[in-house]
């Protein structure tokens, strides 16, 4: 997929565009995609980066980072991608200009978005706005009861599995591999200490079983705790994954966290046994789990 930054970088030439953030690429958007994939002209993507509420002083949680977000849109099939850089400037700019410069310089004909959507200064531009302004617009009608801030509120509760079913597919977390307290290899259960980007949600604190994989690095189930290790009294947070059968150095590397199931709580020990005892029955879970039904 291509992806650009700024309009000049795209060819104009007849496209079907699907606008929105897209936070998650959840089952309501994907409706949006399929909705451009089969409108005829080349498949494109209007998205904005940061988060526009981010942007207006908003406290919101991210579902994806842009880089996941562009793996996902990509992998359903759309073929080129605008980010609009949101800053308040940009919030000022008024819904004609924003058609004109942002949309109709790409060639947009096609125009796919929520039926809820607004843009522009003081949100006034609609789909009526556009369809006013001559382009074919197409409202995709909501999907009920998903949508990305009902997804946040499950994984603040842990319900995985539920939040699977409203996103299509595991929710994750996604980050780099940092270097850790190296605890887990003396337990016997060395784990990758994944540094997540602070924009994501981060899930309730507990152990999961999910799966793990990266660019380099070969899908591997894993065991995940989430957390601040209070068996050893940590206050700091923590995202750790045990890939089961899974040997090398992971340093640096970039890993996407699958999320199947949540285990247990995070708890204290009364000494190291109990807990090495209780990591291979985490362990023993994580191979018997399945992954959430798409």
């Given amino acids: 997929m291509k992806i650009a930054r700024s309009v000049s970088e795209l060819e104009r030439k007849p496209r079907a565009v699907a606008l929105g953030t897209f936070d998650g690429v959840h089952l309501g958007h994907r409706r949006a995609i399929e909705a451009v994939l089969a409108a005829g002209p080349t498949p494109t993507v209007v998205t904005f980066d940061p988060h526009p509420r981010r942007v207006l002083g908003y406290a919101v949680e991210q579902l994806t980072t842009l880089e996941r977000r562009l793996e996902l ?6 073929e080129e991608t605008l980010v609009v850089e ?10 004609e200009e924003f058609a004109e410069t942002q949309l109709r310089a790409i060639g947009a004909e096609v125009v796919v978005a929520g039926e809820d959507f607004r843009f522009g200064h003081g949100r006034r531009g ?3 706005l556009l369809r006013g302004l001559g382009f074919d617009v197409r409202p995709v009608p909501l999907l009920e009861g998903v ?5 946040r509120h499950l994984l603040h509760e842990g319900r995985v599995d539920e939040a699977a079913r409203l996103l299509g597919r595991p929710p994750e977390v996604d980050g780099t591999v940092v ?9 016997g259960f060395p784990t990758a200490n994944v540094a997540a980007d602070p ?20 899908g591997r189930r894993a065991a995940i705790s989430i957390g601040v290790n209070p068996h050893y009294g940590g206050d700091e947070l923590r995202i750790e994954a045990f890939l089961l059968g899974f040997a090398g150095d992971l340093y640096g590397k970039r890993l996407v966290v699958e999320l199947w199931q949540r285990l247990r709580d995070e708890q204290v020990f009364a000494n190291e046994q109990e807990l090495i005892d209780q990591i291979a029955r985490d362990v023993q879970a994580t191979e018997r789990a399945e992954r959430p039904p798409q």
Avoid at 147 to 151: K, T
Avoid at 179 to 187: H, I, K, Q
Avoid at 199 to 218: K, Q, T
């Fill in 147 to 151: 949508s990305s801030s009902a997804i």
């Fill in 73 to 78: 849109l990509a992998g359903l099939g759309v």
């Fill in 126 to 128: 609609d789909l009526d």
């Fill in 179 to 187: 270097e850790g307290d190296a605890r887990g290899g003396t337990l």
């Fill in 199 to 218: 924009v994501l949600l981060v899930p309730l604190h507990g152990i999961y079983a999910g799966f793990a994989a990266g660019p380099g690095v070969e």
């Fill in 86 to 95: 949101f800053t308040l400037d940009t919030q000022r700019i008024e819904a």
